[in-house]
């Protein structure tokens, strides 16, 4: 059981290339996450899903998007990085029912640079 | 809208002694969880402990204890007989029933634990 992992750990791009970050969970979670993290900042929410199929806008989804094709696995995607998504980026995943919807388990979470 | 706020940046403790970090929130919502979690310098983020706004006895995990104020929207976190492997940054966060899919982390307090 390896919880959530998250693919790559490091990535150097430069402005206007674009990259995918995969995140995986093998515990059976309906939904899944993804945050950006930037120094003296807590952690943001991107996008998240609440299912197979589904997707939703989070606090900063602009310049990203998500697809959840699998339950297992949900992509981040960067068409055109800029600098300015700089940031180390941590998936998450929880159950659907409640209450341990609320408890999210993290990925080891993925630092990307933007030349 | 909903916010956390962390005051304490940077925190320092001595080897087994005690140390309280301090959390205060802002919601409207009655009914909501809330977490402590830890990150250390590998990044993965890790749950410490987890409290329901609807329970008045404090969570307690082992060495760490929460003092919630429901009043007072604070929500601190005690951490007893501190080990070096305590050395994180933690964050403060809240989900809300009628905000299900999203947490609000605070921008965190790096705790040093000295030998």
């Known amino acids: 059981n390896a919880g959530v992992t998250q693919t790559p750990k490091f990535r150097v791009l430069k402005t206007g290339q674009s990259m995918t970050l995969l995140c995986a969970q093998d515990?059976?979670?309906?939904?899944m996450y993804w945050y950006r993290q930037d120094p003296g900042m807590g952690l943001r929410l991107i996008h998240y899903s609440v299912g197979e199929g589904t997707t939703a806008k989070g606090e900063v989804p602009d310049g990203y998007n998500v697809s959840r094709l699998k339950k297992q696995n949900f992509l981040l995607g960067l068409e055109s990085a800029a600098p300015s998504q700089t940031s180390v980026y941590f998936c998450a995943s929880s159950q659907r029912t409640i209450p341990n919807r609320d408890t999210q388990y993290f990925g080891p979470g993925t630092r990307l640079t933007v030349l | 809208a909903q916010t956390v706020t962390q005051s304490q940046p940077e925190m320092s403790v001595q080897e087994a002694e005690t140390v309280t970090l301090s959390c205060t929130y802002d919601?409207?919502?009655?009914?909501?969880?809330l977490f402590w979690y830890k990150q250390p310098p590998s990044r993965q983020m890790i749950l410490v402990i987890r409290?329901?706004?609807?329970?008045?006895q404090n969570a307690t995990e082992n060495r760490f204890s929460v003092n919630f104020q429901k009043a007072a929207k604070s929500f601190s976190l005690k951490i007893s007989d501190s080990q070096l492997g305590d050395t994180a940054m933690y964050f403060c966060?809240?989900?809300?029933?009628?905000?299900?899919?999203?947490?609000?982390f605070g921008t965190g307090t790096s705790l040093t634990v000295i030998p």
């Open positions: 409290q329901e706004a609807y329970k008045q």
């Open positions: 919601t409207s919502e009655s009914n909501y969880y």
């Open positions: 515990m059976n979670h309906e939904y």
């Open positions: 966060a809240f989900i809300t029933s009628n905000t299900g899919n999203q947490f609000y």
